[in-house]
């Protein structure tokens, strides 16, 4: 670390026993406030608040997007757990781990 610390920038004077801070101080203590709001940040309501802006068109592709990257790491797992399977085998097993899954999520669905 330089010499002088993190807060070597920030020049405070007293004036009456009470500090008066430069205009360069001010701004940095303004970033650091909004910085620590008292709301803490919440990366589901900012991806929420990212999706609202973005049209029904785009929201479907990312969709996609993120479901292909899904399959290819179930895709890449299954590999990795039997590394001597064919792309047939690969597939009927990614396909029989997809209607694992919809039957636990009906499952959940279905439960009060």
Do not use: C, W, Y
């Not at 004036?15 to 360069?24: L, W």
């Not at 620590?36 to 940040?41: E, M």
């Not at 997007?65 to 039997?82: N, Q």
């Amino acid at each position: 670390m330089k010499p002088g610390g993190l807060f070597a920038s920030i020049q405070v004077q007293l004036n009456n026993g009470f500090p008066i801070v430069n205009s360069r101080s001010q701004n940095q203590f303004s970033i650091a406030k909004r910085m620590s709001s008292s709301r803490p940040f919440d990366p589901l309501r900012s991806r929420v608040a990212q999706a609202a802006s973005t049209s029904p068109e785009q929201r479907v592709l990312v969709g996609l997007e993120h479901s292909e990257l899904a399959f290819r790491v179930v895709e890449d797992g299954i590999r990795e757990r039997d590394p001597h399977a064919d792309e047939a085998t690969v597939k009927r097993l990614l396909f029989e781990r997809i209607e694992l899954m919809r039957r636990m999520q009906n499952r959940a669905l279905s439960e009060p």
